[in-house]
């Protein structure tokens, strides 16, 4: 099976930057696309970013684009997600997700995270 564990949430002020991490189970993941998700209170799980299995490849949402950027580590199998000039819109539960190839919606990634909550104070 695939594991995944996010860290690195927490509160910070807006135009401030946090770097989430994603820790999987082992060996097993390195060939699968990651992405990041993040549902707000009362909203859809909504598509932040994702990565290829080899890194080569990205894609962001509109709404992150130069501010987040999104990175992997296959020999610590670890999916990283640098947030900069974090807005309160940003202010959400983060999910990171494993799956065979990348897609922006939730129901096409097979393997998800606990979720970490990311607050950003105004």
């Known amino acids: 099976q695939v594991q995944l564990v996010e860290s690195g949430g927490g509160l910070v002020q807006a135009g401030g930057s946090l770097r989430l991490s994603c820790a999987g189970s082992?060996?097993?993941?390195?060939?699968?696309?990651m992405g990041w998700f993040r549902q707000a209170p009362g909203k859809e799980r909504e598509f932040v970013a994702s990565i290829s299995w080899s890194g080569g490849n990205t894609y962001y949402a509109d709404s992150v684009k130069g501010r987040f950027t999104i990175s992997r580590d296959n020999a610590k199998n670890t999916v990283y997600l640098q947030m900069n000039s974090l807005k309160p819109e940003d202010t959400a539960v983060y999910y990171c997700?494993?799956?065979?190839?990348?897609?922006?919606?939730?129901?096409?990634?097979?393997?998800w995270g606990q979720g970490t909550q990311v607050t950003v104070s105004s």
């Open positions: 082992g060996r097993t993941v390195r060939r699968y696309a």
């Open positions: 997700a494993a799956g065979r190839t990348s897609t922006v919606v939730a129901g096409g990634w097979g393997y």
